[in-house]
């Protein structure tokens, strides 16, 4: 099994990556082995729908359904804000 970047599978005390679980468990299932499967949202949410904890990689945060894009959403909601406070400073002047 190879390391997780952003998120590990918590189960009975140890932690795995989720591209590795739907490997093998694909495999073992099927006797198929998914080389083009991504992690973040595509993974993340079928192992959530399975029941399973799904944390941020190194932490014991737990996370939900679409995970990823929340986090865009917020950056990018964050940035707009920023934008808007610094034209706005600039046009106070």
Same mark, same amino acid.
């Given at each position: ?24 468990? +694909? #495999? ?8 083009? =499967?991504?992690?973040? $949202?595509?993974?993340?949410?079928? %192992? ?21 894009? +929340? #986090? ?8 707009? =804000?920023?934008?808007? $406070?610094?034209?706005?400073?600039? %046009?106070?002047?």
């Amino acid at each position: 099994m190879f390391p997780s970047f952003k998120y590990e599978l918590a189960y009975k005390g140890n932690r795995y990556s989720p591209v590795d679980v739907i490997k093998i468990a +694909s #495999k073992e299932a099927n006797g198929v082995e998914f080389s083009t =499967l991504s992690g973040g $949202n595509q993974t993340n949410n079928v %192992l959530i729908d399975l029941g399973f904890t799904v944390v941020l990689k190194g932490t014991n945060q737990v996370i939900g359904k679409n995970h990823s894009d +929340s #986090k865009r959403k917020l950056f990018k909601k964050s940035v707009s =804000l920023e934008l808007y $406070n610094f034209k706005r400073s600039k %046009l106070v002047r």
